[in-house]
T-cell receptor, first 112, second 114 residues
């Protein structure tokens, strides 16, 4: 079955770039997502990438996809204290309900 | 456009009791999914409803059941609550059958079983 893995913690200084990495197992996934979760809140969709793309940029966010290695990354430029949160990588199942499979999340801490 | 709303936001139940959680989907979305997020974990798929029928289920026992109504709102019911059912329950909606790329999540219901 699908398995999505992420490192658990990342700390960066305010103004630096953050890079959050994710590996997934389902090579047939067509959509891959990044969600942000702030304390006590639900999930906010940050960005997504379609599997035929290598890169997608959206303001401070850059997503890189390496399909061969099944590796996805999210780069946040000029990281701010408001970016402190848990970031989840998710892949969309290609069978059944097209549901999402999530990683365990990476807790990003931005140091002022 | 309204987002996904869930109720209640918090509740506490006793082991063995039953609970019903509610979700109103985003306007125009006809598909609703439920996820369970245990503390420190990523969300796990429970089941999904499309046009009032369950069309997918994750690895959860039958005591987790649901409904979808004609207005696309949904309920998650859990019978015979266990301590391990304590979690944040998230509802997500999307426009099934389209090229829609993203799911909109609600803020969740935090269930504590004591």
């Amino acid at each position: 079955g699908e398995d999505v893995e992420q490192s658990l913690f990342l700390s960066v200084r305010e103004g630096d770039s953050s890079v959050i990495n994710c590996t997934y197992t389902d090579s047939s996934s067509t959509y891959l997502y990044w969600y942000k979760q702030e304390p006590g809140a639900g999930l906010q969709l940050l960005t997504y990438i379609f599997s035929n793309m290598d890169m997608k940029q959206d303001q401070r966010l850059t997503v890189l996809l390496n399909k061969k290695d099944k590796h996805l990354s999210l780069r946040i430029a000029d990281t701010q204290t408001g970016d402190s949160a848990i970031y989840f990588c998710a892949e969309r199942s290609q069978t059944g309900a097209n549901n999402l499979f999530f990683g365990t999340g990476t807790r990003l801490t931005v140091i002022p | 456009e309204t987002g996904v709303t869930q109720s209640p936001t918090h509740l506490i139940k006793t082991r063995g009791q039953q609970v019903t959680l509610r979700c109103s989907s985003q306007s125009g979305h006809n598909t609703v999914s439920w996820y369970q997020q245990a503390l420190g974990q990523g969300p796990q798929f429970i089941f999904q409803y499309y046009r009032e029928e369950e069309n997918g289920r994750g690895n959860f026992p039958p005591r987790f059941s649901g409904l979808q109504f004609p207005n696309y709102s949904s309920e998650l019911n859990v019978n015979a609550l266990e301590l391990d059912d304590s979690a944040l329950y998230l509802c997500a909606s999307w426009r099934g059958g389209s090229a829609n790329y993203g799911y909109t999540f609600g803020s969740g219901t935090r269930l504590t079983v004591v």
